[in-house]
């Protein structure tokens, strides 16, 4: 059975993997980090810099380089949290959520883990989650693992 592990690097992805270890460790994972190209373009924009949406092919190596150190640590977590696992990074094409749906289907995964921002109200409202996204458009098994408390 393989499982498929949404990693972004968040404490609440850290958590994810955590919990999923104590429900299923021993079984097959694969985590995914998912480079989202217009995310980066906006980040940029934001900054007052003017970006075209393609990257220099300096800048696209060494995205892709920082996508693949954070599958792999992600991929350590999951290890250390009792999985047998392995990195996986994929240019997100539309949404992240769809590409994680869509390597789900290529793996044919079991279940998909994913943690969650904890956005509530308004917020949810008008972002949506891509846990939300993943739930609802998913034809497998999604475990939603919740953000951890915040010491208050």
């Known amino acids: 059975m393989t499982i498929l592990i949404a990693y972004d690097g968040s404490d609440d992805a850290k958590a994810a993997i955590e919990a999923a270890g104590r429900l299923l460790q021993g079984d097959r994972a694969v985590v995914l980090t998912v480079w989202e190209r217009l995310a980066m373009t906006a980040a940029h924009a934001s900054m007052g810099m003017v970006v075209s949406?393609?990257?220099?092919?300096?800048?696209?190596?060494?995205?892709?380089?920082?996508?693949?150190?954070?599958?792999?640590?992600?991929?350590?977590?999951?290890?250390?949290?009792?999985?047998?696992?392995?990195?996986?990074?994929?240019?997100?094409?539309?949404?992240?959520?769809?590409?994680?749906?869509?390597?789900?289907?290529?793996?044919?995964?079991?279940?998909?883990?994913?943690?969650?921002?904890?956005?509530?109200?308004?917020?949810?409202?008008?972002?949506?989650?891509?846990?939300?996204r993943v739930v609802h458009h998913a034809d497998r098994p999604v475990l939603v693992v919740p953000a951890p408390a915040k010491d208050e």
Request: aromatic content about 2%.
């Open 53 to 132: 949406p393609e990257l220099t092919a300096a800048e696209d190596q060494a995205v892709g380089e920082a996508m693949r150190h954070l599958a792999d640590q992600g991929a350590e977590l999951a290890r250390k949290s009792g999985f047998t696992a392995t990195p996986r990074v994929e240019l997100d094409q539309v949404a992240i959520w769809s590409t994680i749906v869509d390597v789900a289907a290529d793996l044919d995964a079991a279940l998909i883990v994913t943690g969650t921002r904890g956005l509530g109200g308004v917020k949810s409202l008008l972002l949506g989650s891509t846990s939300d």
